[in-house]
């Protein structure tokens, strides 16, 4: 059952993602060569309780920590550790959950740390393109098909492939609602879009083929040819004509701005 969200509920779901866009760009000032990823989940954690929020993704199905840290060849779900240090030309996802007011806030950017190669950046660069495209189609009357449509074919038409087992999900009073919101599809197909849905658009795009390996800790997907992968992700609710995107990217980007004057 797709739940639909009352316009008061949809406020407080801003406040949620909002707090953890704020998170996000929060940890773009520490993103550098020789931080740990295990750093940069505690200043997360520190600054979301600091604003009277929980972390969404510590202790979710035995999940260790606040962030996924998704570094190069990682897809999703790497989890910090002080043994993962950033180096120059890694690029990092890092995908952030909290808990307030009883809804969840759930959003993703892939970070470059220092400078990265070209080509690392054109799939940072396309993949964040995708999420775009996602969101132009998340609106009442389409289906979920469609977003996944226009996901899978900006991605193909650029080269990239797309991962097929992780997808997107609707979001709520749970971080996992219904819908399953895939990256690929067919145009016209799946659940239709109604005003007050919730839902997570999430490409993950792989610069190589599209398979994927989980590692033995049992949370960190990569890529199986170890070729990098790239994940941007925004909570959007479902209206008349245009999405409703209650995560912004505007803080980080703001702030990589400043770091690069
Ligand atoms: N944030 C992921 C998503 O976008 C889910 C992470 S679950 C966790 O759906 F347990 F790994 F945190
Ligand atoms: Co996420
Ligand atoms: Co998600």
């Given at each position: 059952m797709i739940l639909i969200k009352t316009a008061d509920e949809i406020e407080l779901m801003r406040e949620s993602n909002l707090l953890v866009s704020l998170t996000l760009?929060?940890?773009?000032?520490?993103?550098?060569?020789g931080v740990s990823t295990e750093r940069l989940d505690q200043i997360a954690e520190?600054?979301?309780?600091?604003?009277?929020?929980?972390?969404?993704?510590?202790?979710?199905?035995?999940?260790?920590?606040?962030?996924?840290?998704?570094?190069?060849?990682?897809?999703?779900?790497?989890?910090?550790?002080?043994?993962?240090?950033?180096?120059e030309g890694d690029q990092l996802s890092v995908d952030c959950g909290v808990v307030k007011n009883g809804f969840y806030g759930d959003t993703a950017f892939s970070f470059e740390v220092g400078e990265v190669s070209a080509e690392v950046r054109r799939l940072l660069d396309i993949t964040r393109e995708c999420l775009q495209k996602g969101v132009e189609q998340a609106v009442e009357g389409k289906r979920i098909g469609d977003i996944g449509n226009a996901v899978?074919?900006?991605?193909?038409?650029?080269?990239?492939?797309?991962?097929?087992?992780m997808v997107g999900h609707g979001l709520g009073r749970h971080l996992h609602e219904a819908p399953e919101v895939p990256n690929y599809g067919r145009r016209g197909t799946g659940p239709k879009l109604?005003?007050?849905?919730?839902?997570?658009?999430?490409?993950m795009i792989n610069m190589g083929r599209r398979q994927i390996k989980q590692d033995p800790d049992g949370?960190?997907?990569?890529?199986?040819?170890?070729?990098?992968s790239a994940h941007f992700e925004w909570a959007v609710?479902?209206?008349?004509?245009?999405?409703?995107?209650?995560?912004?990217f505007s803080y980080i980007d703001d702030e990589l701005l400043k770091q690069s004057k």
């Open positions: 760009a929060e940890l773009a000032k520490f993103i550098k060569p520190a600054f979301i309780r600091d604003h009277g929020a929980v972390p969404g993704f510590l202790g979710y199905q035995g999940y260790p920590k606040t962030l996924c840290t998704s570094v190069n060849s990682e897809v999703v779900h790497g989890i910090p550790s002080e043994k993962v240090i950033l180096k899978q074919n900006h991605a193909e038409s650029m080269g990239y492939t797309v991962v097929r087992e109604k005003k007050g849905m919730v839902i997570c658009i999430e490409p949370w960190t997907i990569r890529t199986a040819d170890k070729k990098p609710a479902i209206d008349k004509g245009k999405a409703d995107v209650l995560s912004t």
